[in-house]
């Protein structure tokens, strides 16, 4: 499955969901099953090696996926950390087209809590720290763990 049509699958059935059950069963149907792929998929850019040089890697994945990301290492006290930079949001306009004001309950804050999840056994920690979708210039998400 693309991207696009992957995006469009999860706006498809939360919506669905959402409309016959509410948020909280949308967002739980969405969920069931995400930390383990978002561990198969993430796993092998970051199990051994540090966040930042794991996204880095990852930079092509995404470019793949329409987005434009930017990484940075902000590893400090003991913790391994990064900021990443998306300047590219692919799925605004599709959030509307299901109506949706913004795609991030939908796409970032599941992958973030996917991420978290996943990587818990790491002590991973994951935050949005601002989005296009609330008139910023571009989404920032922050991960960190404690250093190896």
């Known amino acids: 499955m693309d991207a696009k049509a992957m995006f469009r699958n999860k706006f498809e059935t939360y919506k669905k969901v959402l409309d016959e059950s509410g948020d909280q069963q949308a967002w739980d149907t969405l969920f069931k099953g995400y930390p383990e792929r978002q561990r198969q998929n993430m796993g092998r850019f970051i199990e051994n090696k540090t966040l930042a ?3 880095t890697e990852a930079i092509p994945l995404y470019k793949m996926i329409g987005m434009d990301m930017h990484v940075i290492d902000i590893s400090n006290n003991s913790m391994d950390a990064v900021i990443e930079v998306q300047k590219t949001c692919p799925v605004m306009q599709m959030a509307k087209e299901f109506g949706f004001e913004k795609p991030c309950r939908v796409i970032c804050e599941m992958d973030v809590a996917a991420t978290k999840e996943a990587f818990a056994d790491q002590g991973m920690k994951g935050a949005i720290l601002c989005a296009q979708a609330d008139g910023h210039a571009v ?7 404690p250093a190896k």
């Not at 989404?139 to 763990?145: L, T």
């Open 53 to 55: 040089e794991g996204f």
């Open 139 to 145: 989404c920032v998400f922050k991960y960190e763990r």
